[in-house]
């Protein structure tokens, strides 16, 4: 943190904002983050991107926590509303997702480190901590992806462009099809009928002019989806 000189300070508290559509995992993530009251403080939370962008700008935090999936347009939104009034504001996307599209379009936007939603307590604090003083933050396997994305491995405007195409329930039955789920188990997996697993497939299958199943099995491994 910094002073009014805007000399550095002591670390902490961080000032923390967290953004989750899930109330539950926001009571839980403020409940461990309050075992550490010396090291951060959440001063706001957000549910969507609307609300998110409201609680960042009344309160600008040192950092943002943010998971990827929101209502409103996601979490890389969410960066690209805030830093066009707020550079500054710092995002560590937390996220249950370690998807290639989902990491690389958060830090694209402008996020400055990436971990799931496995992490320990300590460790998090720990990644707000660098994040909050310009470091950046990814596990091993993430870090990977940023790293073919710089390199050109993976094309990531392609990803993006095709990607945006999708819903984000077409995004979920392309995954599922390129792990192998049946029609039926993807049914049972997303609680939506046959019927619809069929009508998704048929869209995603149009909307990335692919044929069958195989591509799209092929489409969606090229780029590290699965």
Do not use: C
């Amino acid at each position: 943190m910094s002073n009014d000189a805007g000399t550095v300070t002591t670390p902490g508290p961080w000032r923390i904002v967290l953004v989750d559509d899930h109330g539950i995992f926001r009571a839980g993530v403020r409940h461990e983050l309050g075992r550490y009251a010396d090291q951060v403080e959440v001063v706001g939370e957000g549910e969507d991107v609307d609300s998110s962008v409201k609680a960042i700008v009344a309160t600008l935090p040192d950092v943002v926590l943010l998971d990827v999936h929101l209502p409103g347009g996601g979490g890389a939104e969410v960066v690209k509303q805030v830093h066009a009034r707020h550079p500054e504001i710092k995002f560590l996307a937390l996220s249950v997702s370690d998807a290639a599209e989902d990491v690389i379009g958060v830090i694209r936007a402008g996020a400055r480190g990436y971990v799931t939603k496995s992490i320990a307590t300590p460790e998090l604090i720990e990644a707000i901590g660098r994040v909050a003083t310009n470091d950046a933050v990814f596990s091993p396997r993430l870090a990977g992806f940023v790293l073919d994305a710089f390199s050109g491995s993976i094309d990531v405007a392609s990803i993006d462009e095709d990607l945006d195409r999708l819903s984000q329930r077409e995004r979920e039955v392309l995954k599922l099809i390129a792990r192998g789920y049946s029609y039926k188990e993807i049914a049972r997996e997303l609680f939506i009928s046959i019927k619809t697993v069929e009508t998704h497939v048929s869209s995603v299958l149009r909307k990335l002019q692919l044929s069958n199943r195989y591509q799209l099995t092929k489409w969606a491994t090229d780029r590290k989806l699965v």
